[in-house]
C-alpha cells in the first residue's frame, strides 16, 4: 500500500467530489497495475485505467483522463506552492 501525503489528500478533498473521486480511482487502478507488475506501457495502460473510470462515473474515457490530467497539474501546482 502507498503512503498518502496528507497534505495532497486534504487538497484533494477541497476539490468537486467528481474530481477528487474520479482522481483517487484512477490513481489507485494505476498503483494496481504496477503492484501487480504490468510492464509499463503508458498509451496501454492510460487506455484500460480511463475506460474503468469510465464505467464506474459514467463519464467518457476521454473525460475520465482529462479529469485525472487536471487534477493531477492542480497537485504539482499545490505543492509547488507549498514548497516555495
Not at 484533494?12 to 503492484?35: C, G, H, I, K, T
Not at 485505467?49 to 501546482?77: C, H, M, Q, W
Request: aromatic letters at 10%.
Amino acid at each position: 500500500m502507498v503512503e498518502r501525503n496528507a497534505d495532497v489528500e486534504e487538497f484533494l478533498n477541497s476539490l468537486p467530489e467528481q474530481q477528487s473521486s474520479v482522481f483517487r480511482y484512477m490513481r489507485d487502478e494505476y498503483e494496481a497495475l504496477a503492484e501487480r507488475g504490468e510492464r509499463f506501457d503508458e498509451a496501454k495502460n492510460d487506455e484500460h485505467v480511463e475506460i474503468l473510470a469510465s464505467k464506474k462515473f459514467d463519464v467518457s474515457p476521454l473525460e475520465a483522463g482529462n479529469i485525472y490530467a487536471t487534477v493531477e497539474s492542480r497537485i504539482n501546482a499545490f505543492e509547488a506552492l507549498r514548497s516555495s
